[in-house]
Nanobody, 122 residues
Framework: QVQLVESGGGLVQAGGSLRLSCAVS????????MGWYRQAPGKQRELVAA???????NYVDSVKGRFTISRDNAKNTVYLQMNSLKPEDTAVYYC????????????????WGQGTQVTVSS
């Protein structure tokens, strides 16, 4: 009932930029907060950036000033603009959407995208 499709990952040199997109398909849910997580080999998945339905954002300290999360509610899409990329940003990036039943505001569940690889070469 909820599908998240990610795109935009790839290989980029240090200092370069990538823009990740995550399109959420659902007809019975309202999307609340959305976020981007990443997981590097041998490490725990961590929250990179999150954005509420009202547009408030939060970032992990390591990406502040370099990454920008945004959303287009008309398209049910969340973006992660990644600038000044560093090799340390290399990871699989996953989008996440917290949803409520349409017409309600209480969280029902959250769903994950399939992941997209971001590789930053030095």
């Amino acid at each position: 009932q909820v599908q998240l499709v990610e795109s935009g990952g790839g290989l980029v040199q240090a200092g370069g930029s990538l823009r990740l997109s995550c399109a959420v398909s659902t007809s019975i849910f309202t999307i609340n907060a959305m976020g981007w997580y990443r997981q590097a080999p041998g490490k725990q998945r961590e929250l990179v950036a999150a954005i509420t339905s009202g547009g408030r954002t939060n970032y992990v300290d390591s990406v502040k000033g370099r990454f920008t999360i945004s959303r287009d509610n008309a398209k049910n899409t969340v973006y992660l603009q990644m600038n000044s990329l560093k090799p340390e940003d290399t990871a699989v990036y996953y989008c996440n959407a917290d949803v409520s039943f349409y017409g309600t505001s209480s969280s029902y569940n959250n769903y994950w995208g399939q992941g997209t690889q971001v590789t930053v070469s030095s």
